[in-house]
T-cell receptor, first 113, second 110 residues
């Protein structure tokens, strides 16, 4: 079983607040990813990282930002939350090599009022 | 054209039935192929990797056809617990990320 953890699981918060979604993995994986998924809809890649100090934007434009200061930690930040940010955010990681599957955390379900 | 295309379904089948899903991909240079399962409001979980020679894991069989650029998943003797969305996944052009299909919804009924 993959060891990747996301906190919080659920967050309901008001507009304008700064939010950080945490993601940590204990597998030593170099590659980490953030996806956004609305109920019943497809996954959209919003950020990914090849390793420490590497961050890239994904296919879907997002107002969020990420950082990768440590291998095991890949937090996602929204500076000023808006209702349009309401969604599920899924973090994933994968090991070395181009043929590795991704392992997902449980996700954070975010609701902005 | 999307990188990975799947029939969204839903597929409604009775318990015990055999059901097959197909998926096509656009990047002929793709090297990694997977099937994931996603339950409602849960995270995707790896079901199986797909190898060139085809592979089987219990009631599940995956096939890859590189010439036609499609992948299939066959589920035999369907169980109620197989009800979920099945995601076809292929590595992207960059090689670092994966492209996820929209998923095929399966409902197994008593």
């Amino acid at each position: 079983e993959a060891d990747i953890y996301q906190t919080p699981r659920y967050l309901v918060i008001g507009t304008g607040k700064k939010i950080t979604l945490e993601c940590s993995q204990t597998m030593g994986h170099d590659k980490m990813y953030w996806y956004q998924q609305d109920p019943g809809m497809e996954l959209h890649l919003i950020h990914y990282s090849y390793g420490v100090n590497s961050t890239e934007k994904g296919d879907l434009s997002s107002e969020s930002t990420v950082s990768r200061i440590r291998t095991e930690h890949f937090p996602l930040t929204l500076e000023s939350a808006r209702p349009s940010h309401t969604s599920q955010y899924l973090c994933a990681s994968s090991g070395q090599g181009g043929n590795q599957p991704q392992h997902f955390g449980d996700g954070t379900r975010l609701s902005i009022l | 054209r999307k990188e990975v295309e799947q029939d969204p379904g839903p597929f409604n089948v009775p318990e015990g039935a055999t059901v097959a899903f197909n998926c096509t991909y656009s990047n002929s240079a793709s090297q990694s192929f997977f099937w994931y399962r996603q339950d409602c409001r849960k995270e995707p979980k790896l079901l199986m990797s797909v190898y060139s020679s085809g592979n089987e894991d219990g009631r599940f069989t995956a096939q890859l056809n590189r010439a036609s650029q499609y992948i299939s998943l066959l589920i035999r003797d369907s169980k109620l617990s197989d009800s979920a969305t099945y995601l076809c996944v292929v590595n992207s052009n960059s090689g670092y990320a994966l492209n996820f299909g929209k998923g095929t919804s399966l409902l197994v009924t008593p």
